[in-house]
């Protein structure tokens, strides 16, 4: 009941102001997991047939109309708000939001429609504006049981005002830290797609230097008091202060603090990007190409100490007006070549043609070794082999690269099983699940070696195929994978570069080793060893939840495994399908050579 | 009653001189101007200028006329233009609020940028040459960009979907059109006291375009004379619609704002124009008093109607009219002068709240679906409050039904696929035949011709609302097809949504009236409303790529020869002895080391003594691969460090 009449305040407000107001039922259930919808766009809004009147959001919607405007583009902010139990911070984001639109709704220098969405977070962020935008971009035209519920008439106008032009989400919440207002920026949607640049450079300048905002985008803390890249940071200081003593022109040099914040930042950015979960509700719109941000912002002061408040609102609606007036004035589209990049901080950034160097340094290498050792491989087979079938030379790589296949293809398999485990019928924990998945895999593991001749690591037949060609044909197709995956989502193939890549370089067959004895063999014997067991996805996921602070937590590992993996198929997050297709098999394959009986 | 009556004497004259020259052999030519002020439900204020200027069939002038703008004489007669109507529009026109029923919203409620439609009196091969020199010449006449109607590609040829029944008529539309002074100007210069004297006075440009809405109409037909040997005549008809925002001072937001002529446009009209027939000022006023009074005879009854406890006028009213809904003040301007301007002032006393009738149904249209490749097209119609009370219903085998036409013109880079067409009447898919009447597509060739899609729909009168979608596949543009502005998106221009079985027109009860305002108000004409530009993002390509290509690989391309050629043209054994016979200069590490570090150092170098060419080029070499190497290491520490933490 308190909801409904707080969103008939809102809107009763809005119509005040002399915007169209309209308000919008959607269902809270929205993610559901379907396994070849990885890069198809943003669904249709299907309904489900039963649907149940007890549960379902309400977003209020006021569109205000430029009044000179042609009505061709529109601007569009987002308050998230809880109607049920939202607090003083989330009335203070209404606030500010408020306090423009009634500004905005008076100003005659429009030219792009405003429209203001208070989205109903009771189930979460990102769902309602998912379920407006929909609304929004694909409606359905058949009749549907949702309008029929609640007292609150909707069925009759759902207004729209042309094409989006970017969009503005606001979010009060605690209280900063700091001594200024902080100003938290997120951008990046799913996928690691990221919103234009100008349009964060927008913010950014305006809450710097116009408003003093404390600006900052996320960073992982734990690196900031890391012992060795502060070592680092300070070499390059130092550099950095010799280079300016040669040459006073030289001043690349950068203080260890701000090497410091900007390594934290950047991995914090890179893995967002590799995650591929929209960082907030901004990440809705990204999937019809309009660019959105989330703004945090974090008062000072206690949000009821009335009389900061007023300065606060003022700053805050300052900020979002600038930005919009910033928006609107436009004529054109944001520039399409700042899509691509990673933030080092909320004004710096590395752009795709610089970070681009790096990958392609670290991958490059790959094609050279597989070239190198399948000219090996090809002289050792020769050498050893016992048939003299001369004129199958050229073949040599067909029995590795059936084992190569094959593996691809069980790691397709297990991709995919997650699906059809989630189709069991009755309740199970993501405990129960993720064995159901282990083992369910590991049997299917071991069926694909007894039935494929030569695939086996343990198997004891000497002619099977060589190592060196096997793994020439392993690099091969990690660098297609990686290749491949670096189009998709730069940040997830960088990081899976870094793990990959020494991985498959360094793997060498372990029975050798041990039996020649030299101290070079064994360490490399030792590096695969521990590169091998950090490469396990499910060991990854553990030391890269010690690296973000939260700590091993032992055997409900599997548990918390299976429902971040969860999490990232239901966001359509193509690392989901890189850990599955690529990361698993080359890994498998690595394990094979490692153990390979030559 | 005795100043009814000295009213009543011009004006009896006026009439039998009319009726004189009617049926007279040679008419003269006329013009008349009149200015109508509509108080709108939201605060606004509703100008709507009209001028019209009547040529008669005649030969006796010759080509010249005497009030009649020569250049649309000499337009019409060249081209041979039946009928034709060019605006300019800038704003949106608000249905819910402004109206949609009368003849007012119905004529001038047009797309935004320029819209234009032509009917030629040519043989059907010359239609479309006739239309490309019409489209240059009006784009002369008004400094706008009208001659990019003239390709093939932005204009159709809509057969019944328009609302005239022509195989000769033309239709195009420029949504990005923007419409200034520039625009006003020479649609002014048609009028015979321009905006000097008379109700064109008061066309305060700031003012003017300050509004919320702004259409400029030019609209003329030519009139047989049906006699062997005369000419046609021409019937000019000038509009300009404003919708104006009085300021007010009053803070209570339910009070209609007051305001006066010169509160809105900042002048007064001082006198008609004198070439002008008739000038006369109207004030509508909606919603009110419709069925009160029915006898305005006495005095004090008719005192009543302009001065009462709702609204005072400041001037007295020279008539007052009734229709069913709404009052009629009109106002001769003649009586005022440069003592006494004519200065219209409204005083609202109490709040009062009315609505404007609306159309049968409200359209909007809205683009669907997301990226790049792919979209639909969504045209809802919903159906107003109104829609109950209004006339043209039609009964049909015992169905009652409304008729609604859709025209809509698409560019040929929105390739739409016309079977996707879904129907859906109150959220049922409906076949094709269940409630299309008539349908016509002609689709659209690339780069050529644009596609066009007129349908009647024939829906039943209980209807709430009504949904039509068609998917389309976005072209890709050949790289002279982006126009050279700012990449904004491309536009789809308007769909035209009209109701042939619905007529809007205002029916006064006294047939005084001989204004041709009043006239073309009683003339019923076709409800229609224009639905939204759409605005739709393609594909763009890089731009700025060519020239990064260009740039890096002109660097690539100088590195190379640079170093190839320096390597050809050196002579390595001539070099040796030529260092042998300088003496023992040390040209080792040493120096290498020296000139390393005054480079490092920022200073410039020392002039070697003695410098042969060929050692020029050979430090110049090693310089550059020197430069190149550090650099690169530079560029690769840094990443390597920067990634990799």
């Given at each position: ?99 423009l639109f009634s500004l905005l709704a008076r100003v005659t220098w429009l030219s792009k429609d405003i429209i203001w969405l208070v989205a109903d977070s009771r189930y979460g962020d990102y769902r309602p504006v998912a379920a407006w935008l929909t609304e929004y971009h694909s409606p359905s035209f058949k009749d549907s049981d949702l309008l029929k519920c609640g007292e609150l008439n909707t069925a009759d106008k759902f207004r729209r005002a042309g094409t989006m032009a970017a969009a503005l989400v606001l979010k009060v919440d605690g209280r900063s830290e700091r001594f200024e207002d902080t100003l938290s920026i997120y951008a990046e949607a799913s996928n ?238 993501p405990s129960n699940r993720s064995i159901m998945w282990g083992t369910t895999s590991s049997s299917l593991l071991l069926i694909t070696f007894a039935t494929i001749p030569g695939c086996s690591p343990f198997s004891s037949r000497r002619h099977g195929t060589n190592w060196a060609v096997l793994k020439s044909v392993t690099i091969s197709a990690a660098f297609i994978g990686l290749c491949l995956m670096s189009i998709i989502n730069f940040a997830t193939a960088e990081i899976g570069a870094l793990l990959l890549v020494p991985t498959c370089l360094i793997v060498q067959p372990i029975k050798p080793a041990l039996r020649s004895r030299r101290i070079k063999s ?77 | ?645």
């Amino acid at each position: 009941m308190k909801a409904r009449v707080f969103q008939k305040l809102i809107g009763k407000y809005m119509s005040e102001m002399g915007a169209e107001v309209y308000y919008q039922k959607f269902h809270p259930e929205g993610n559901q997991f379907h396994p070849l919808h990885f890069f198809s766009g943003p669904d249709s809004y299907t309904l489900l047939d039963n649907v149940s009147c007890a549960s379902y959001g309400v977003n209020v919607a006021g569109i205000i109309r430029a009044p000179r405007g042609d009505g061709k583009e529109s601007i569009v902010l987002v308050t998230p708000y809880d109607f049920i139990n939202g607090g003083d911070y989330e009335a203070l984001s209404l606030g500010i939001t408020g306090t423009l639109f009634s500004l905005l709704a008076r100003v005659t220098w429009l030219s792009k429609d405003i429209i203001w969405l208070v989205a109903d977070s009771r189930y979460g962020d990102y769902r309602p504006v998912a379920a407006w935008l929909t609304e929004y971009h694909s409606p359905s035209f058949k009749d549907s049981d949702l309008l029929k519920c609640g007292e609150l008439n909707t069925a009759d106008k759902f207004r729209r005002a042309g094409t989006m032009a970017a969009a503005l989400v606001l979010k009060v919440d605690g209280r900063s830290e700091r001594f200024e207002d902080t100003l938290s920026i997120y951008a990046e949607a799913s996928n690691g797609q990221m919103p234009n640049l100008d349009l964060i450079n927008v913010v950014n300048y305006l809450a710097v230097h116009r408003q003093g905002f404390y600006v900052k985008v996320e960073k992982v803390v734990s690196l900031l008091s890391s012992s060795w890249l502060k070592i680092i940071g300070e070499i390059f200081e130092a550099v950095g202060k010799l280079a300016h003593t040669l040459n006073p022109d030289w001043n690349f040099g950068i203080p260890t603090a701000d090497y410091l914040e900007g390594s934290a930042t950047l991995a914090s950015s890179l893995y967002s990007q590799a995650l591929g979960i929209p960082t907030g509700p901004h990440g809705a719109f990204r999937d019809y190409q309009v660019d959105a941000i989330t703004l945090k912002v974090s008062p000072r002061f206690p949000p009821d100490s009335k009389t900061r408040q007023h300065d606060f609102f003022l700053r805050g609606a300052k900020l979002l007006e600038g930005t919009i007036r910033s928006v609107n004035n436009l004529l054109e589209k944001f520039h399409q070549s700042f899509f691509l990049y990673l933030l080092t901080s909320p004004s710096k950034f590395i752009s795709v043609g610089v970070y681009m160097i790096a990958f392609a340094l670290l991958v490059a290498s790959l094609p050279m070794v597989a070239a190198s050792l399948y000219i090996d491989g090809c002289k050792a087979l020769n050498n050893s082999t016992l048939n003299p079938a001369g004129n199958f030379k050229s073949w040599k790589w067909l029995d590795a690269a059936k084992q190569v296949f094959a593996l691809h293809l069980f790691g397709l398999i297990v991709t995919l099983l997650p699906y059809f485990i989630c189709q069991v019928p009755g309740q199970h924990s993501p405990s129960n699940r993720s064995i159901m998945w282990g083992t369910t895999s590991s049997s299917l593991l071991l069926i694909t070696f007894a039935t494929i001749p030569g695939c086996s690591p343990f198997s004891s037949r000497r002619h099977g195929t060589n190592w060196a060609v096997l793994k020439s044909v392993t690099i091969s197709a990690a660098f297609i994978g990686l290749c491949l995956m670096s189009i998709i989502n730069f940040a997830t193939a960088e990081i899976g570069a870094l793990l990959l890549v020494p991985t498959c370089l360094i793997v060498q067959p372990i029975k050798p080793a041990l039996r020649s004895r030299r101290i070079k063999s064994l360490l490399g014997a030792f590096c695969s060893m521990v590169l091998l067991t950090i490469g396990f996805p499910v060991m990854l996921f553990a030391i890269s939840k010690g690296l973000f602070g939260e700590g091993l937590v032992g055997l409900s590992l599997g548990g918390e495994f299976w429902t971040w993996l969860e999490s990232l198929w239901a966001w359509k997050s193509a690392t989901y399908l890189y850990i599955g297709m690529v990361h698993l098999p080359c890994w498998l394959l690595c394990l094979c050579i490692l153990f390979h009986p030559s | 009653m005795a100043s009814l009556i000295r009213s009543w004497i011009p004006l009896l004259i006026l009439q039998s001189f009319l009726v004189a020259i009617a049926f007279g052999s040679k008419e003269a030519e006329e013009f008349s101007e009149a200015l109508l002020l509509k108080p709108l439900p939201d605060r606004k204020v509703l100008a709507h200028f009209h001028f019209e200027n009547r040529a008669p069939p005649s030969n006796s002038h010759g080509r010249h006329h005497h009030l009649f703008p020569k250049a649309i004489s000499q337009l019409v007669q060249k081209f041979r233009v039946k009928e034709m109507e060019l605006s300019f529009t800038q704003g949106r026109w608000n249905h819910e609020h402004w109206g949609g029923f009368d003849p007012l919203s119905s004529m001038n409620a047009k797309p935004v940028g320029v819209e234009l439609w032509a009917v030629f009196d040519v043989p059907q091969s010359q239609v479309d040459t006739s239309w490309k020199n019409l489209t240059h010449a009006l784009s002369g006449l008004f400094c706008a960009s009208i001659n990019f109607l003239e390709s093939s590609t932005s204009y159709a040829a809509p057969t019944w979907g328009f609302g005239t029944n022509s195989d000769k008529l033309r239709y195009g539309s420029l949504p990005r059109e923007a419409v200034c002074t520039e625009n006003l100007t020479p649609w002014l210069k048609l009028l015979p006291c321009r905006d000097k004297d008379g109700i064109s006075a008061l066309m305060n440009r700031p003012s003017v375009y300050r509004g919320f809405y702004h259409s400029q109409r030019l609209h003329l037909s030519t009139v047989e004379s049906g006699q062997e040997g005369l000419g046609s005549g021409i019937v000019l008809e000038q509009t300009l619609t404003v919708v104006l925002q009085p300021e007010t001072t009053s803070v209570e937001t339910n009070m209609q704002p007051s305001w006066s002529l010169s509160s809105l446009f900042g002048r007064k009209v001082v006198g008609s124009c004198v070439l002008a027939k008739s000038s006369n000022v109207y004030l509508q006023l909606e919603g009110r008093l419709g069925h009160e009074s029915k006898n305005v005879d006495t005095e004090i009854e008719a005192h009543k109607l302009w001065k009462n406890a709702d609204f005072d006028l400041s001037l007295k009213p020279d008539r007052v009219l009734r229709e069913s809904s709404s009052l009629l003040f009109i106002f001769d301007i003649d009586k005022s002068s440069d003592s006494e301007p004519f200065d219209l002032g409204l005083t609202w006393k109490l709040p009062s709240k009315w609505s404007c009738q609306q159309a049968p149904l409200q359209a909007t249209r809205f683009l669907m679906g997301s990226g790049n490749e792919r979209g639909a097209i969504a045209i809802l119609l919903k159906a107003t409050e109104s829609q109950e009370k209004l006339p043209g219903r039609v009964v049909t085998d015992g169905r009652c039904t409304i008729k609604a036409n859709i025209f809509q013109i698409f560019p040929w880079y929105v390739k739409v696929y016309y079977h996707t067409l879904q129907i859906f009447v109150d959220q049922q898919q409906k076949t094709d035949c269940e409630v299309l009447k008539k349908i016509n597509v002609s689709p659209s060739t690339d780069k050529v011709s644009s596609g066009m899609l007129e349908m009647m729909l024939e829906l039943p009168c209980e209807v709430k609302s009504a949904a039509i979608s068609i998917e389309y596949d976005k072209g890709f543009l050949h790289i002279d097809e982006y126009p050279p502005d700012a990449n904004q998106g491309f536009d789809i221009p308007s769909a035209l949504i009209s109701f042939p079985s619905h007529h809007a027109s205002l029916d006064f009860q006294e047939e005084l009236s001989k204004s041709p305002l009043l006239s073309s108000f009683k003339e019923k004409s076709l409800v229609r409303s224009y639905t939204e530009v759409l605005l739709v993002p393609l594909t763009t390509p890089d731009f700025s790529m060519p020239y990064n290509v260009i740039t890096i690989t002109c660097t690539i391309f100088a590195l190379y020869f640079g170093s190839l050629l320096n390597v050809l043209r050196r002579r390595i054994g001539e070099e040796e002895r030529f260092l042998k016979s300088q003496g023992k200069k040390t040209f080792g590490l040493k120096q290498l080391l020296s000139r390393l570090t005054a480079k490092i150092r920022g200073r410039p170098i020392e002039p070697p003594s003695s410098d042969s060419p060929a050692a020029q080029s050979s430090f110049l070499s090693s310089k550059l691969i020197f430069k190149i190497i550090l650099v690169a290491g530079a560029a690769a520490a840094w990443q390597y460090f920067s990634t990799d933490n």
